[in-house]
């Protein structure tokens, strides 16, 4: 069964504290898998796409990469506008048309002035 | 461009009730599809649409109708409200090609009591 796990949950850091977080993921043949950043009261807002192992994407202070199991959000120096839920999902390869994207549970990110 | 739209932003129903969740689009997408967000569930697919006139099912269908009569525009019918369809709703679309991204609208926060 596809699925995908992100850990911690919640995440409370101080401003300029770099972290991490993890995207684990199970998927018969990955297609793309997708971070989005998420504000309360709105929708998800696209931030990178991955298509294959070892590959990188920057964007400010985020840094997403990609093995073969799990997908990281490098977050440099973060400030407090950072703070948000970020998803992680993904595009199975046999999903076609569907467009079908299967999302983990978020982590909520929390940056303290 | 507006991106995607939705409306309304919140709207309470008493079961058995039915309503339309209006979904516009103004980037000529031809993909368009609906996503429920439950807490601790992530997002789900409930109907997707690969072009105008061209509807099918996803993950969580049961209760909910769509229709694509026009690029634009996507509405989600719920036929007889429940309270288990108290949820966030949001609609997103992709444009055609290789790309796989997809972007979300704001969402829709419904409550059926």
């Known amino acids: 069964e596809d699925q995908v796990t992100q850990s911690p949950e919640a995440l409370r850091l101080q401003e300029g504290e770099s972290s991490s977080l993890n995207c684990s993921y199970t998927?018969?043949?990955?297609?793309?898998l997708f971070w989005y950043r998420q504000d309360p009261g709105k929708g998800p807002e696209f931030l990178f796409t991955?298509?294959?192992a070892g590959e990188e994407k920057e964007k400010e202070r985020l840094k997403a990469t990609l093995t073969k199991k799990e997908s990281f959000l490098h977050i440099t120096a973060p400030k407090p506008e950072d703070s948000a839920t970020y998803l992680c999902?993904?595009?199975?390869?046999?999903?076609?048309?569907?467009?079908?994207?299967?999302f983990g549970q978020g982590t909520t990110l929390q940056v303290k002035p | 461009n507006a991106g995607v739209t939705q409306t309304p932003k919140f709207q309470v129903l008493k079961t058995g009730q039915s309503m339309t969740l209006q979904c516009a689009q103004d980037?000529?997408?031809?993909?368009m599809s609906w996503y429920r967000q439950d807490p601790g569930m992530g997002l789900r697919l409930i109907h997707y649409?690969?072009?105008?006139?061209?509807?099918d099912q996803g993950e969580v269908p049961n209760g909910y109708n769509v229709s694509r009569s026009t690029t634009e525009d996507f509405p989600l019918r719920l036929l007889s409200a429940a309270p288990s369809q108290t949820s966030v709703y949001f609609c997103?679309?992709?444009?055609?090609?290789?790309?796989?991204?997809?972007?979300f609208g704001p969402g829709t926060r419904l409550t059926v009591l």
């Open positions: 997103a679309s992709r444009p055609s090609g290789r790309t796989d991204t997809q972007y």
């Open positions: 998927v018969s043949g990955l297609r793309g």
């Open positions: 991955l298509y294959s």
């Open positions: 999902a993904v595009q199975a390869r046999g999903s076609g048309n569907t467009g079908k994207l299967i």
């Open positions: 980037m000529n997408h031809e993909y």
């Open positions: 649409s690969v072009g105008a006139g061209i509807t």
